[in-house]
């Protein structure tokens, strides 16, 4: 049966969203809702829970109407459904009611093997729509760009990625911030727009020192740390910044190919590519290698290890900047 992305939903008898996800879930609930509805304003919305399901309750909304509008049942809790939920899917499976759409959405687990494997079989002519977690920073960017194309707001590639790594640690966060630049920008959004709404968030400064410094701009590195900081920013998610780009040319350090090519590669986007590669330029290996060894002594400072966590930061800063070839010591 068709496995379909969140965005990608589409009627069908039965449509099984699945995984862990719960913001994109929620997304692909309210966009199979909208296509129904826009099919037929008449559509008929009914909700069941099928972790304190009744039987007969399906059946009984899946009936015909007294007007035959078309009708959407959605079912919440499948992972914790009751016996008498599961007998009645697998029993529904095998003759959809027409007009009516059975929305499933399962959480993850064992429970419910029983309608899951018949809907993946094909009973019921479904589809299922996998809710992955998004661990790649590739998949969060296309999340990013997926709610700004469906919402029909124009947005620079600047400013896609400084709100993606803006909210990159917490998706349900950075679909609010997509929600809020979509409700209140103008036509099209700028990394200026971006840093009107959000330029006080912790990441973005962050990404900002980080920038600096590995362009070898110390003084506005410094500077930009500094005020990071006298601004009540917390060093453990600076370090983790510095880390990410570290991290990320560390991998594509002596990659060669094109930037789908080592994007698809690694897990990352075409732009992360492009600007690992600039960030690349002038670095040796050695001095890479003697950066990771900074920032992980840095990330060590400001967790504890450490009695200076401001020293570490600027260290790491300053070590950076000469790329890599600041003396030990």
């Known amino acids: 049966m068709p496995q379909l992305a969140w965005h990608e939903v589409r009627a ?16 692909s609930v309210r966009i199979l809702r909208d296509v129904l509805r826009q099919a037929d304003p008449t559509l008929e919305v009914s909700d069941l829970n099928a972790a304190d399901y009744a039987g007969g309750e399906l059946a009984s909304l899946a009936s015909p109407s007294l007007f035959g509008e078309p009708r959407l049942i959605r079912v919440a809790s499948a992972e914790r459904a009751t016996d008498a939920f599961i007998t009645d899917l697998v029993d529904y499976l095998q003759a959809p009611a027409d007009d009516t759409t059975v929305q499933v959405r399962h959480g993850g687990g064992v429970r419910g093997k ?10 019921g002519d479904g589809i299922e729509v996998v809710c992955a977690e998004l661990k790649r920073d590739s998949d969060k960017y296309e999340f990013a760009q997926a709610e700004f194309r469906m919402a029909g707001k124009k947005i620079t590639a600047g400013a ?9 640690d917490d998706l349900g966060e950075l679909a609010s911030a997509c929600q809020q630049l979509i409700s209140d920008a103008g036509d099209e ?4 727009t971006v840093d009107r709404y959000y330029g006080g968030r912790v990441e973005t400064n962050a990404f900002k020192v980080a920038d600096a410094a590995l362009a070898g701009r110390y003084g506005e590195a410094l500077i930009t740390l500094r005020h990071a900081l006298a601004s009540g920013a917390d060093p453990v998610p600076i370090v983790a910044a510095f880390a990410s780009k570290v991290r990320t040319m560390a991998r594509l350090y002596g990659a060669r190919g094109s930037s789908a090519q080592l994007a698809s590669q690694f897990g990352l986007a075409p732009w992360q590519v492009d600007r690992a590669r600039r960030d690349l330029q002038g ?6 290698a003697r950066s990771i060894e900074i920032v992980a002594d840095a990330d060590a400072s400001v967790k504890g290890a450490g009695r200076d966590p401001v020293f570490a930061l600027e260290r790491m800063v300053e070590v950076l900047s000469a ?4 003396a030990r010591g």
């Open 114 to 123: 029983r309608f899951l494997d018949a809907i993946r079989s094909g009973s």
């Open 160 to 168: 896609l990625r400084a709100v993606t790594s803006a909210f990159a």
């Open 283 to 288: 670095w040796t290996e050695p001095g890479l």
């Open 12 to 27: 069908a008898p039965v449509v099984l969203i699945s995984g862990t996800e719960t913001v994109l879930a929620d997304r």
């Open 323 to 326: 790329r890599g070839d600041v």
């Open 189 to 192: 959004i700028t990394e200026a």
